[in-house]
């Protein structure tokens, strides 16, 4: 089992960055893949990035290519979510993910079995 924690949430302008954090504690963090999702107001939750366990694999949405960059670093558990030029429409509860695997990266939220309790961020225009 693994606990998942996010920080980095905030408020910001449009046009600025933040990044976040997705801190794991339990087993081990390298046997995870990774996936950021997040869920505005009265919207269903949907996928950001996702990363793989070494790092050798990535996947974003059309809507955030070019602007965010999934990282980790399993030395220290975390994984990161860079988010650059950041629009109103990223507003959004962000929420990391973790599931095992060693061969596979998951967009789809069913896949995951493990949870963080999410952080805010939200972009003003």
């Known amino acids: 089992q693994v606990q998942l924690v996010e920080s980095g949430g905030g408020l910001v302008q449009a046009g600025g960055s933040l990044r976040l954090s997705c801190a794991a504690s339990g087993r081990t963090f390298s046997s995870y893949t990774i996936g950021w999702f997040r869920q505005a107001p009265g919207k269903e939750r949907e996928f950001v990035a996702t990363?793989?366990?070494?790092?050798?694999?990535?996947v974003y949405t059309d809507s955030v290519k070019g602007r965010f960059t999934i990282s980790r670093d399993n030395a220290k558990d975390t994984v990161y979510l860079q988010m650059n030029s950041l629009k109103p429409e990223d507003t959004a509860v962000y929420y990391c993910a973790a599931r095992t695997s060693r061969v596979a990266v998951f967009t789809r939220g069913h896949e995951y079995g493990y949870w963080g309790q999410g952080t805010q961020v939200t972009v003003s225009s």
């Open positions: 990363i793989s366990w070494n790092g050798g694999s990535t």
